[in-house]
């Protein structure tokens, strides 16, 4: 199932081009940014994209962002603002999981997405 997400990151249609906004992007707050997984886990892909100005979010108009893509189709995305001295934060996914639980045993956890069949599996032990 991993593997269809991966696909998936890759795919143009589903994710956009060089120039488009990837799917389902919302603002997020610095401390959301800083409990991100962006901390806690590596990138599946990192991708640059020039949006010129096209798409706004909450009065921000979105130019240059990297988008940091983890294998479970969730994305970070930072932009930077040069001449304000600011930076951005957002977060975009191939799906929003809604998961239900298949597995849970003293340090590990199997659960599946109820709306793509995505499989998480957390082993606390590692």
């Known amino acids: 199932m991993e593997e269809d997400i991966i696909k998936m990151i890759s795919n143009e249609k589903i994710v956009g081009g ?13 401390k959301e940014f800083a409990q991100s997984r962006f901390f ?21 108009k979105l130019q ?6 983890f294998s479970d189709g969730y994305g970070i995305i930072l932009m930077s603002d040069f001449w304000g001295g600011k930076v951005y934060y957002f977060e975009c996914y191939i799906c929003n999981h809604d998961f239900i639980n298949l597995e849970n045993r003293m340090c590990y956890t199997k659960s599946k997405c109820k709306k793509c069949g995505y499989i998480q599996e957390i082993d606390s032990s590692d």
């Open 40 to 60: 806690n886990y590596s990138p599946y892909k990192v991708e640059f994209r020039q949006l010129l100005g096209k798409y706004n979010i909450n009065g921000i």
């Open 18 to 30: 060089y120039n488009d906004i990837p799917p389902n992007v919302k603002q997020l707050t610095e």
């Open 64 to 69: 240059n962002i990297h988008i940091y893509w």
